[in-house]
């Protein structure tokens, strides 16, 4: 594989492209996954970790205690029938939605300051607010997302979830309330709970993984 078709954040990355020997990466994400590409936006990304192997986590989730409340630590299972996941299964629902699959979503459910900061590669924001009447979402755009982003279908003022996506949603980490909170919003309006799958690690465990990070994209 050409150094060229990976990302690397070090700064061996840029001298090895610039005598153009091809690389091996020696940071996989499993024994036999080096990396994962997706689609961010309109392009191809390809998701690897880092290759440098004095990396040390990134400052902004590096913090071990906030003030609780607000920030607690979320149960491992957060409501019945919601599947917790981890970064494997991310990679997983992302790859599906890489090859053409439209019944899958990956959704950052952070405030729009924390996604500019970085997010996952293939994820789209739909903060946790916009769908939360008490924070002040209004119906009329809480549908739209519903029926344009989650494909749930109005049915004259009940909603139809036959054909919704696959939603796989996460935000900064396990003390972090901002993806529980869209989840049981979502529940509450009859989202099917197997539909919804919950990445508990959030930003916090991708970043101390490693794997690669990229500017917020609109769907």
């Known amino acids: 594989m050409k150094l060229s078709n990976v990302i690397f954040a070090g700064i061996t990355a840029i001298t090895l492209a610039s ?6 990466a020696e940071v ?11 689609i961010h936006g309109d392009k191809k990304v390809k998701i690897i970790r880092n290759q440098n192997q004095k990396n ?14 607000p920030f607690c630590i979320q149960p491992s ?22 090859e053409g699959d439209e019944t899958v ?29 008490a924070r002040g979402a209004d119906p009329i ?15 004259e003022g009940l909603w139809d979830f036959s054909s919704a996506r696959t939603l796989v949603m996460f935000c900064n980490g396990m003390w972090c309330g901002q993806s529980p909170s869209n ?19 959030g930003m916090q465990d991708w970043e101390i993984l490693g794997l690669s990070t990229a500017k917020p994209v609109s769907e």
């Open 77 to 98: 299972a957060l409501a019945p029938g919601v599947e917790t996941i981890g970064e494997l299964e991310v990679l997983h629902y992302l790859s599906m939605i890489a």
């Open 183 to 201: 989840i049981k919003t979502l529940l509450k309006f009859g989202y099917p709970a197997h539909k919804i799958k919950w990445y508990r690690g």
């Open 19 to 24: 005598s153009g020997l091809s690389y091996a």
């Open 28 to 38: 996989n994400i499993t024994p036999t996954l080096e990396s994962v590409t997706v």
């Open 56 to 69: 040390t986590v990134n400052p902004a989730f590096a913090k071990t205690s906030r003030k609780c409340p």
């Open 141 to 155: 755009s809480i549908g739209e997302i519903m029926e344009e982003q989650l494909k749930a279908k109005n049915l």
């Open 105 to 133: 979503l990956v959704i950052d459910s952070r405030t729009p300051d924390w996604v500019a900061k970085g997010t996952i590669p293939g994820a789209i924001n739909i903060p946790w607010t916009s769908l939360n009447p």
